[in-house]
């Protein structure tokens, strides 16, 4: 995955934030917890989630997640997540954001590169291709990674979808990925340690996001 190669594209209104991390890492927690700090603060704000928060995203995760489909091609999946990035970035995300909300998202691009790039060992940069053509490009303006141990997180399941089904070997490929990616980008990434109590997490969050709004106020004058 090169930089130059791909540029990203930063939303000028609103504020874009992505959480992202391996199995119970806690992200939905901590997605709900920003907004609603935000929302409470008089920030409109728009909760989502991938895949499945559009109509069509819902067959999409069905498909993908339900382990009554048994196996699909690699590429197959990867083209099904795709597709419902594309969707939800048209019809939710660009919209929510031209409106100069600030959209929080549990799982964005990084997610596909994570698990169908580096989990399902396809090329990378393909798939990176096929998801950032799939989403225009648009680039969260902070994407929160909460790290934990794959072991860990499996733990937190009685109950697995076709993906925390996979391999404990899988899943540190996908650990070891999102660690990357943010190490690439650090102007972009907060990185935190998924075992840390949650209020401390939420935190340190508060902390990123109220220096970006600080920014985004600033800019806007």
């Known amino acids: 995955m090169s930089a130059g190669e791909y540029p990203g594209i930063y939303a000028e209104q609103g504020l874009f934030v992505c959480f992202e991390g391996g199995e119970g890492s806690g992200k939905s927690t901590q997605s709900r917890l920003l907004a609603d700090r935000l929302t409470a603060e008089g920030y409109d704000v728009r909760l989502t989630f991938e895949p499945g928060d559009t109509g069509v995203g819902k067959e999409l995760r069905r498909i993908v997640l339900s382990p009554e489909t048994g196996d699909l091609d690699d590429r197959t999946e990867a083209l099904l997540y795709a597709a419902d990035k594309a ?42 291709r096929v998801a950032r053509w799939a989403t225009g490009d648009l680039r969260p303006h902070l994407t929160v990674v909460l790290d934990l141990a794959p072991e860990a997180g499996l733990g937190r399941f009685s109950g697995r979808d076709r993906i925390e089904g996979e391999s ?11 660690v990357a990616m943010a190490a690439a980008d650090p102007d972009h990434y907060l990185v935190l340690d998924a075992r840390a109590p949650v209020e401390e997490i939420a935190a340190a969050i508060g902390g990123r996001i109220a220096v970006l709004l600080h920014l985004a106020r600033r800019e806007s004058r």
């Open 87 to 128: 969707e939800h970035v048209a019809t939710l995300v660009r919209p929510a954001l031209a409106s100069g909300a600030v959209v929080v998202t549990d799982r964005y691009v990084d997610s596909t590169l994570a698990y169908q790039g580096a989990g399902r060992t396809l090329d990378v940069a393909e798939v990176e």
């Open 168 to 178: 404990l070997e899988f899943h540190q490929r996908v650990r070891e990925a999102f």
